[in-house]
Structures are given as structure tokens and as C-alpha cells.
């Protein structure tokens, strides 16, 4: 049984910084691309980053425009666990985080596997 169980929210005040971890169990972690997405009171979930499996001991990543230059996306293959480093964070960062697991590495909505989610709020 696949789990993915994220954790490092909390509440933060704006231009401070957050990593949280995605601890995943039940898969061969280093054959899954995974991603980080996000959902706002009232908003869908929205696509942040995601980093491909290692190939060559090197990774690709990718992230959302909202996100660019603050976010950083790595894997610890040894630990099966992936992270979020979320600096300079904002208001409109606030949302529930979640992690998420599949063999294809990209920003879509639909992979395989999910976390539960961790709170991430921003105060201004």
C-alpha cells in the first residue's frame, strides 16, 4: 500500500521560510517522479513543482511561474522522501500542500498517488 505522509506546515510570517517533507512508503521511490500541489480556500489545486526520477544521477524539475525562484524541489532517494524548500513565502502561498507520486514526471493533475496534506499559512 502506497503512502505518501507530508509534514513541516505551519504558520509562517510573510517573507520567512518553510521546507516540508513528503515521506513516501509502499514504492520503489526512486522509479516515481513527484510533485508538490497546492489548494487555497475556494480554489482548485493547483500544480507547483515536481522533480523527475533520477536518471544518471541527476533530476529535472519543474515550476509553476507563481513559484519560480522561491521554491526549490529535491529528493532524498536514500530516505524516500522529497522537499519543498518555500522561501520569501506570501499571502497567496497560503494553502494546504500536498505531495504527490507517479511514473511520469510533469505539471499535470493527475498522478497515481497523494498525500493527506500539510497546512501552509502566510501572514502578511
Known amino acids: 500500500q502506497v503512502q505518501l505522509v507530508e509534514s513541516g506546515g505551519g504558520l509562517v510570517q510573510a517573507g520567512g521560510s518553510l521546507r516540508l517533507s513528503c515521506a513516501a512508503s509502499?514504492?520503489?521511490?526512486?522509479?516515481?517522479?513527484m510533485a508538490w500541489f497546492r489548494q487555497a480556500p475556494g480554489k482548485e489545486r493547483e500544480f507547483v513543482t515536481s522533480?523527475?526520477?533520477?536518471?544518471?544521477?541527476?533530476?529535472?524539475?519543474y515550476y509553476s511561474d507563481s513559484v519560480k525562484g522561491r521554491f526549490t524541489i529535491s529528493r532524498d532517494n536514500a530516505k524516500n522522501t522529497v522537499y519543498l524548500q518555500m522561501n520569501n513565502l506570501k499571502p497567496k502561498d497560503t494553502a494546504v500542500y500536498y505531495c504527490?507520486?507517479?511514473?511520469?514526471?510533469?505539471?499535470?493533475?493527475?498522478?497515481?498517488?497523494w498525500g493527506q496534506g500539510t497546512q501552509v499559512t502566510v501572514s502578511s
Open positions: 504527490a507520486a507517479d511514473y511520469v514526471y510533469g505539471p499535470r493533475r493527475d498522478y497515481d498517488y
Open positions: 509502499g514504492l520503489t521511490f526512486s522509479d516515481y517522479a
Open positions: 522533480i523527475s526520477r533520477t536518471g544518471g544521477g541527476k533530476t529535472i524539475s
